[in-house]
């Protein structure tokens, strides 16, 4: 695989160190094995999350400048609506100030107590938000998404005849609706198609169902349809964009994604007063005023030039390439990873690199502290320590796949960055068998991966 060249030249460079082993033997021991509690400045390749760590453009950063700090109504404001309605054409359009302050707004407006939510699969602060609001999150991915190992096209489609099936024996009145999360970032950043959107919309429209779309990588899909959905081959990104978000009723967007900003998020809403207005009623009390809700202007100002920098091509086009890069130094070292490699990165399959690691002892998240150890890159687990556990029955729940997730900031790492990260791969799986699983020592009740405390498996 040919790795595609920044379509940019670098202006501004901050510094990383590569630390002992040793060292980081210590250091990751002091964080209870938890790559959230490490200090950045302890990680030399940070692929954590591809979530505001992107960096911006020199235009951005020329908007900070300019971004106007009034209380309310201010010009920034109408430069983000203006954004917002040409790339997305919902009539209302609500600044938060990232997705998981979309969804707190969000899910508790439209959940009735004990209602349950399909979707393609929910990401975990989306999951956790619908348990918060008395819902109950339902995951029905098509099954090539569940085979890492076989290529598809859309893996990240929902199962559409497994939600009608869901409906029609838990019944209507009990179904809130479905979220659509694009690309399907459990599953491996995996896209979901046009016509997928336009299944599911057939399927809530014939129920009566809202449509809820997670659109954190939406730039990112839409790319993958224009490369792999014959009808869309000569569209452009902001005509798939239309197209897809036209399939919707509401959006939930994490901005620090495709909109390239590191801190921000948006709310919209087709053209339903009824739901406008419950959602002007969360945003003052959690977000404050309306035009700004909970960002300063410079930060809206940013987002509204990071929204369209996001859907240039050339730019996507680097994008994609990096993850199908870094995957195909993989493939050539046999390194086991979710296929075809997904939009922000690379999911590692750790369930079958480290078989010897049961689910409950977390190989995705062995595997990611393993990589630490070895040269100083921070991973996160997409596995079953990601999953909380069950909000009814509190047991834990197993994930379908276990991955390691190497996502790629935007616009930050170089090919040769990437190089190390294979390096780093090859060498655990050259003695795979001794890495240990991990057991919890302590975790909270929602979003357990963020804080819990780990130690590992002694035999
Ligand atoms: C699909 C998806 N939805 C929602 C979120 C939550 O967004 P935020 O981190 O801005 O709260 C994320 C974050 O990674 C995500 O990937």
Redesign the pocket.
């Known amino acids: 695989m040919k790795y595609i060249a920044e379509p940019f030249k670098i202006k501004m460079v901050e510094p990383i160190r590569m630390t002992t082993r040793e060292y980081r033997e210590q250091t990751i021991k002091d964080a209870f094995y938890n790559g959230f509690s490490l200090r950045a400045e302890d990680v030399y390749i940070d692929l954590q ?1 591809d ?2 760590t992107g960096a911006m453009s020199h235009t951005q950063w020329a908007g900070i400048m300019v971004g106007d700090e009034s209380y309310s109504g201010a010009r920034s404001y109408f430069h983000l609506m203006e954004a917002t309605k040409e790339i997305f054409g919902y009539a209302y359009n609500q600044p938060v100030h ?4 979309a ?1 707190k707004v969000l899910f508790p407006a439209l959940t009735k107590p004990g209602q349950y939510w399909l979707s393609n699969t929910f ?1 975990d ?2 999951r956790g938000h619908v348990g918060l609001a008395g819902g109950r999150p339902i995951d029905l991915v098509c099954a090539e998404g569940l085979d890492t190992t076989t290529y598809a096209d859309f893996k990240g489609n929902a199962d559409v005849r497994a939600m009608r099936t869901f409906i029609n024996t838990h019944g209507v009145e009990n179904i809130a609706g479905i979220v659509m ?1 694009i690309t399907n ?1 459990t599953v491996g950043g995996q896209p979901v198609s046009v016509a997928n959107m336009r299944e599911v919309r057939e399927l809530a429209d014939y129920y009566g169902l809202l449509i809820v779309i ?1 659109a ?2 939406f730039a990112e899909n839409a790319m993958f349809v224009k490369q792999r959905e014959v009808e869309f081959r000569t569209s452009t990104i902001t005509d798939i964009t239309r197209e897809t978000f036209s399939y919707g009723d509401i959006y ?1 967007l ?4 495709d909109a390239i900003v590191n801190m921000g ?1 948006l709310i919209g809403v087709r053209d339903d007063e009824e739901i406008v207005e419950k959602i002007k009623a969360n945003v003052i009390p959690f977000e404050g005023y309306l035009t700004y809700g909970g960002l300063a202007g410079r930060d809206i100002e940013a987002l509204a030039i990071g929204l369209k920098e996001g859907l240039n091509e050339d730019y996507l086009a680097y994008r994609l390439g990096q993850s199908q890069y870094l995957a195909g130094l993989f493939d050539e070292a046999g390194i086991p990873y979710q296929t075809p490699v997904g939009g922000h990165g690379v999911f590692i399959d750790a369930g079958k690199l480290l078989p010897h690691i049961p689910w409950y002892q977390f190989p995705g998240h062995a595997l990611a502290i393993e990589l630490y150890i070895e040269a100083g890159i921070r991973a996160c687990d997409i596995g079953s320590l990601l999953m909380d556990r069950d909000p009814v029955t509190g047991e834990p729940q197993q994930a379908a796949s276990e991955f390691t997730r190497l996502a790629i900031p935007r616009r930050v790492y170089t090919q040769a960055h990437l190089d190390v990260v294979a390096d780093a791969l090859k060498s655990i799986k050259a003695r795979a068998e001794q890495v240990p699983g991990y057991e919890i020592t302590w975790e909270p009740r929602v979003l357990r991966h963020f804080t819990a405390h780990l130690q590992p498996v002694k035999h």
């Not at 990232?98 to 302050?101: E, L, V």
């Open positions: 999350t979530s505001g990232q997705g998981r302050a969804e990401f602060t989306t999360t970032n997670d954190a990588r939930a994490s901005a620090k994604k998020g």
